[in-house]
């Protein structure tokens, strides 16, 4: 089944951010099975991430819950809350510009 995933950050965390970036940034190779997409969301281009956005292929949503629960920025307190939500690709033909 496919999910989007969307993150929450906690605010004003940003040393815990930059501290555990690179493990961040290395993480998804290691699930790239599963984890199709993702990417920071921000209120401006240039503005510092508030959350993210994964898509993501799993069995259940308890499959992603664990999954979480191994990203460096969950396990190092970046994380606020997230939503696991079932999602439908509208225009399976299209691909994303990335």
């Known amino acids: 089944m496919l999910f989007a995933v ?3 950050d906690k605010r004003d965390q940003f040393d815990t951010r930059k501290e555990n970036l690179q493990s961040h940034i290395r993480w998804p190779d290691d699930h790239k099975e599963v984890v199709f997409i993702g990417g920071s969301l921000r209120e401006e281009p240039d503005a510092n991430p508030i959350g993210r956005l994964w898509i993501v292929e799993a069995e259940s949503k308890l499959t ?3 999954l979480i629960r191994t990203d460096p920025f969950w396990v190092h307190g970046l994380r606020d809350t997230y939503r696991i939500l ?3 690709k509208a225009f ?3 691909k994303t510009p990335v």
């Open 92 to 94: 399976p033909d299209r």
């Open 6 to 8: 969307n993150f929450a």
């Open 86 to 88: 079932h999602w439908s």
């Open 64 to 66: 992603i819950e664990a």
